[in-house]
């Protein structure tokens, strides 16, 4: 048996030993850089693989496989001497004792790196959180998809309409990249995928709700591309309310703000993130639960703590706000933080972090996206899309995913067609609106 | 909510309804093959795809991913009209009122076709039913994957020798095809690719048992296939023990009927089936769980119901013990009943079933295998490898998939590399060798 109190086996070595706690694409990007041949490295993470979050809702709806999206962390440091991976939840730091508490036991640290990204933001509100689905992790996506086509399949059995309609509701909270990108999906899958699945079904009862607390959609983008996302989702019909808020939901049914009521059994949550933050550093951590740390990704106050991604709140020149939680800055953290420290034995000075935007997207249905790039091009159609397909391809962590993908993708492309519209969780037999299980956000469950 | 004790919605139709039970090989070629311009067309299955079962173990070995060897039902059917599919599980066949029950309520049949395949047949063996891992359903297969995954995962972490050692045995029982299929690609995995992930592990311990109680493999071959089989495996250090029964396990040990022990928390039985007959229908069932029927599928004594596949047991010339329970048995039995049943208009006289055994074939590991052909030929060797992989992607059901698993293996092949190595269910912190979650056959819980 496991015992959380014993030390975790791993080689003795007379190097420093650096552990990592999270394989997202600060950690993943951290290790690919670090030099092994000055530190022993460990890294941590609750599963074995690294999942490409921004395809994430690809395979929510039914358009890519999971493991297309998910890289064994193993594989990819196979040739990386002194590297270890364990597979553990973190529970508390010990900083006095320079350790980090685990589900498998404790483990000493000499620098630690916390790469442990962010959680789904359900704003204390624990209705939203038992009742919605959110979309972080490849069960979160499988669950998603499981309930979408378990829908139709029970849409198909009902003689009262407002029943049927009820599960042909879809509300998505929150018009950022997550929301839009679901948003478009979903009205692809009623467009082109599910009028042949189910042709005893009115598909143009379907309806999609996408709702946004701020003004206009994709905030973080441009004002022409939060438009011209606005466009392409309403060829899609997709009912977008903007500068609403949802107050609640039971199930059966969403309440905004203004009273207004939709009925569902589907409500995706993509209103926001926070920091998953892990206890024990005595530190003031941020509102929206992330170590503060200075210019060069240190923890304030902790010499050998360090935090990068989603996870670390730095504030600096032209980002009095702090950055934005999105891969890209992760990426480049990971990637400066390892350069320091491996130029510490040389004793050159730490270079500072300074944010490298190039750009952020957003795709619609099959062949539509909005892109910025460089902070000054912006563009949106057909063109966008090949850039967002691109750019992705590039950016996917391994070599075979992107076959897979890229084949999926053609043959979505030319087809109309979705591959993957697998039901793998029991069939739900209890009252609408209940999912299966609840699931907490540490401890997620299967699809 | 569904109410059980109604009748499930389709549409009022003229023509007599066909009510199909199970959406395996036999039905699905029933359903190809049946004229819809004479009848309505309704398939029940408690899944919404069809499971390839042939490759399953290149899922449960992480070679395949698991959409790859599933192809949705409504997908299938999407262009045959009076086609209805209720994704249901039916527990009770009522004759007298021509309707069976089910799970989202009644439904009336002129013609009842139970084409409901089979069971992993445990023998009453509550232990070996609770511990070990079946390979009958896709949720099986991800169970088992995740369990070897998990075992080395934790066999990192173990400093006692003998703990270590039970993680990274294998137990297999069963000599036949699936049995041993899975033993060759473990010993694959064994070879080529946990010793790159696991560079802290003696690969060379880990070892593969495979027991069969019968004098050779692959029994309902040929000496010939069953002697090679027997060479390849042992070419991947597979412990073979012929004539030996498996007695007991109790989640950390597996004890034979000579009292041999084997440490194992991995216990993979592939020792039998038994068919999956509905209760209702007042005659024997045969022992093995199996409907009686005549040379036209004919349930004994009911005139408007038949079996086919696993489930129909049928003694006709040449096969005096009955029909092997094998794909193309089912498939060739869901095309005779179809063209019959479409004949009956005409008057024209039923045909009765005549095997033609075209052949069987197993395979090991990635370029070895014993093939069988048209009750003459029999080969092994890369030979039989390729026409193995030939015979196995003609089946398939949907082209889509051939290309994904067509690519998958070429990547296996050149790379000597398997895609697909992810956990996707919790890890287990409870004891050794108990599955986190009691898995009955009739409602397989999640991988």
Chains 1, 2 share one sequence.
């Not at 290790?31 to 999942?51: A, E, G, M, S």
């Not at 082109?192 to 699945?197: A, T």
Request: aromatic residues 12%.
């Amino acid at each position: 048996m496991v015992n959380e109190n014993e030390e975790i086996k791993i080689s003795q070595s007379e190097l420093p030993r650096i552990v990592v706690v999270g394989g997202g694409f600060g950690g993943l990007r951290f290790l690919k850089k670090i030099d092994t041949n000055q530190y022993q490295v460990v890294l941590l993470d609750r599963y074995n693989y690294h999942t490409f979050q921004p395809l994430l809702y690809q395979v929510a709806t039914a358009g890519l496989e999971p493991d297309s999206i998910a890289g064994p962390l193993r594989k990819s440091f196979q040739n990386k001497k002194n590297f270890y991976f364990r597979m553990a939840t973190v529970s508390c730091i010990n900083s006095d004792k320079q350790e980090v508490e685990t589900n498998i036991g404790r483990i000493k640290y000499d620098q630690l790196v916390l790469a442990c990204g962010s959680l789904t933001n359900f704003f204390g509100n624990d209705e939203f959180e038992e009742k919605s689905f959110p979309l972080k992790q490849v069960p979160h996506a499988l669950n998603l998809r499981s309930q979408i086509l378990q829908n139709f399949e029970k849409a198909v059995l009902k003689t009262d309409e407002n029943e049927m309609q009820r599960l042909m509701n879809y509300v998505i909270v929150g018009g950022g990249p997550t929301g839009v990108e679901v948003a478009g999906a979903l009205g692809e899958l009623k467009k082109h995928v599910l009028p042949k699945d189910f042709p005893e079904l009115n598909l143009n009862k379907m309806q999609i709700y996408l709702i946004e607390g701020q003004e206009r959609l994709l905030g973080a983008m441009s004002e022409f591309s939060g438009n011209k996302a606005f466009e392409y989702l309403k060829k899609f019909d997709v009912n977008i309310y903007v500068g609403k808020i949802v107050k609640s939901f039971d199930g059966e049914t969403v309440t905004l703000n203004d009273g207004m009521q939709i009925p569902t059994e589907t409500l995706v949550w993509a209103a926001g993130v926070k920091g998953n933050a892990i206890s024990g550093l005595t530190l003031d951590i941020t509102p929206d639960n992330r170590f503060k740390v200075d210019d060069y990704c240190q923890v304030v106050d902790y010499e050998n703590v360090y935090a990068i991604g989603d996870v670390a709140s730095m504030f600096s020149e032209g980002y009095p706000k702090g950055h934005p939680m999105l891969a890209p800055v992760a990426i480049q953290q990971g990637e400066l933080l390892a350069s320091n420290l491996n130029s510490l034995k040389k004793n050159k000075p730490w270079k500072s972090f300074s944010y490298q935007d190039k750009g952020t997207m957003a795709t619609i249905g099959r062949n539509k996206a909005v892109t910025e790039l460089l902070g000054k091009f912006k563009f949106g159609g057909f063109m966008a899309w090949l850039t967002w397909m691109f750019v992705h391809l590039i950016l996917i962590v391994e070599f075979r995913s992107k076959i897979v993908i890229f084949g999926n993708w053609l043959w979505n492309y030319f087809t109309y067609d979705r591959g993957t519209r697998l039901i793998i969780r029991p069939f739900v037999k209890n009252k609408a609106g209940k999912k299966p299980k609840k699931e907490s956000q540490e401890e997620v469950l299967v699809a």
